[in-house]
C-alpha cells in the first residue's frame, strides 16, 4: 500500500465531510511548527537551545509561575509566528502567555481559536527525555467579530473540532483527532513529512499499567490513596493481580505509552496544589488529550465527571486529571463515587 502524508489524509477528512479548508490549512500549519520545534530540540546543546530561557541573575517565568526553559520561549514563538498570517485564526492561547494573542492587523482574521502547550515535559529538555506539543483547536464562537475576548476561548472540551499531540522522541509523532478515531503520523526525517502509521488507534479496555508521580502520595486526597493503595497491593489486594508503574514526567509520553499498549494516568489533586485546583491545565492538555484518548476508545475523568464536559472558567484553569484504559478509569471513578 501506498503510505499516506498527512496532506493526503487531511484532504480526504475534508472531502469525507470533516473539517473545512480553513480547518485543514490551520492543522497543516500546526504540523510544519512542530516539525521546526522537533528540528530545534534535536540539536540540544549543538543549537544551544538546553536550560532555562532570560539571564543567569533573573530566570524567566511564565504566566504559572514556572521557570520557562529556552526551549518553551523558542516553541511558543514558532507556533505563534507560523499561526499569524494563514487568515485561518481568529487568535491563540498558550500556557506561555498570560492573554490571547490576537491575528496581526496585517492580516485576515479567520474563525478557528487555537490553544496550545507549546513545550510539554520541559522538565525533561535538559535530561534528553521525551518533550512534546499539545493542541486544541476551537470555533470562535459565531457572530463575533473584530479583537477575540478571552471569554471567548472558555469553551467546554466537546467543542473541540480537533485535537493532537506531537512527541519528540527516538521519533516524531503527530497524534492527531478531528472527531471520528484518533491518527498516528511518524515523521520522515529525510522526506520531511508526516506519514500515516497507525489508523483508528484503540486503547485496550483493561489493563495493568498505571502512571502517576508517587511521590505526591501522602498528599493525594482520600479515594485516590484507596485506589493506588489496592494496585500496589497487587495480587494479595482486592484487584487480585499485580500492576506495573511508569512515570515519564511528560504527559505526551505518558498518554502515547497508554495509546499504543493501555494504562491508566493520573495527575490528581492533593493538598499542595489543592487552592490552583489541579496540576495540569484544563484548555491545552487535560481537555485536548482527553478528546485524543475517547476518540481512541479511552475514557478521560477529574473523578467527579467528564473532562471534556468541565466549563472552563479560566485560560489557565487546572484540573484533576484521570484518563485511559476505559474499565480501568471506571475503577478509579468508582472509589470517588463510593467517597
Ligand atoms: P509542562 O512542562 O508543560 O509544564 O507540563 C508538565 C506536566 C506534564 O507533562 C507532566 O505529566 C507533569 O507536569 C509532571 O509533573 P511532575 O513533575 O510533578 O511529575
Ligand atoms: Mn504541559
Ligand atoms: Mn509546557
Known amino acids: 500500500m501506498k ?24 492543522l497543516e500549519i500546526v504540523a510544519r511548527a512542530c516539525k521546526r520545534i ?37 516553541s511558543n514563538e514558532i507556533l505563534l509566528d507560523a499561526n499569524a498570517w494563514g487568515g485561518h485564526l481568529a487568535a491563540c492561547a498558550s500556557e506561555e502567555m498570560e492573554h490571547p494573542q490576537q491575528i496581526p492587523d496585517a492580516y485576515p482574521r479567520g474563525g478557528y481559536l487555537l490553544l496550545f502547550d507549546p513545550l ?68 520522515d526525517r529525510e522526506a520531511g513529512s508526516f506519514i500515516l502509521t497507525r489508523r483508528d488507534v484503540q486503547i485496550p479496555e483493561d489493563t495493568s499499567e498505571f502512571a502517576i508521580n508517587m511521590s505526591n502520595q501522602r498528599f493525594w486526597e ?31 509520553a505518558d498518554v502515547h505509552r497508554i495509546l499504543t499498549r493501555g494504562g491508566i494516568f493520573s495527575y490528581p489533586l492533593d493538598s499542595k496544589i489543592k487552592a490552583k485546583g489541579g496540576k495540569l491545565r484544563l484548555m491545552y492538555e487535560a481537555n485536548p488529550m482527553s478528546f485524543i484518548v475517547e476518540q481512541a476508545g479511552g475514557a478521560a475523568s477529574t473523578g467527579r465527571g467528564r473532562i471534556m464536559e468541565v466549563q472552563p472558567e479560566g485560560l489557565h484553569q487546572r484540573v484533576p486529571v484521570i484518563l485511559g484504559s476505559k474499565n480501568e478509569v471506571k475503577a478509579a471513578v468508582q472509589y470517588h463515587t463510593d467517597a
Open 38 to 74: 522537533a528540528v530545534a530540540t534535536g540539536k540540544g546543546a549543538l543549537g544551544g537551545v538546553l536550560g532555562e530561557a532570560g539571564t543567569a541573575d533573573s530566570i524567566s517565568m511564565n504566566i504559572q509561575g514556572e521557570a520557562q526553559k529556552k526551549l518553551d520561549v523558542i
Open 222 to 252: 482520600a479515594p485516590m490513596q484507596r485506589y493506588i493503595g489496592d494496585l500496589l497491593a497487587g495480587k494479595e489486594g482486592p484487584r487480585g493481580r499485580d500492576f506495573n508503574m511508569r512515570w515519564v514526567a511528560s504527559m505526551v
Open 3 to 26: 503510505p499516506v502524508s498527512l496532506t493526503q489524509y487531511l484532504t480526504e477528512e475534508r472531502r469525507a465531510g470533516y473539517g473545512d479548508t480553513d480547518l485543514i490549512q490551520l
Open 120 to 187: 510539554d515535559g520541559s522538565s525533561n529538555i535538559d535530561v534528553n527525555i521525551s518533550v512534546g506539543t499539545i493542541f486544541s483547536v476551537l470555533k470562535r464562537p459565531g457572530g463575533h467579530r473584530g479583537k477575540v475576548d478571552t471569554s471567548e476561548f472558555l469553551q467546554p472540551g466537546t467543542n473541540q473540532v480537533a485535537a493532537g499531540y506531537v512527541v519528540y522522541g527516538s521519533c516524531t509523532l503527530l497524534v492527531l483527532t478531528l472527531g471520528h478515531g484518533t491518527h498516528v503520523f511518524t515523521l
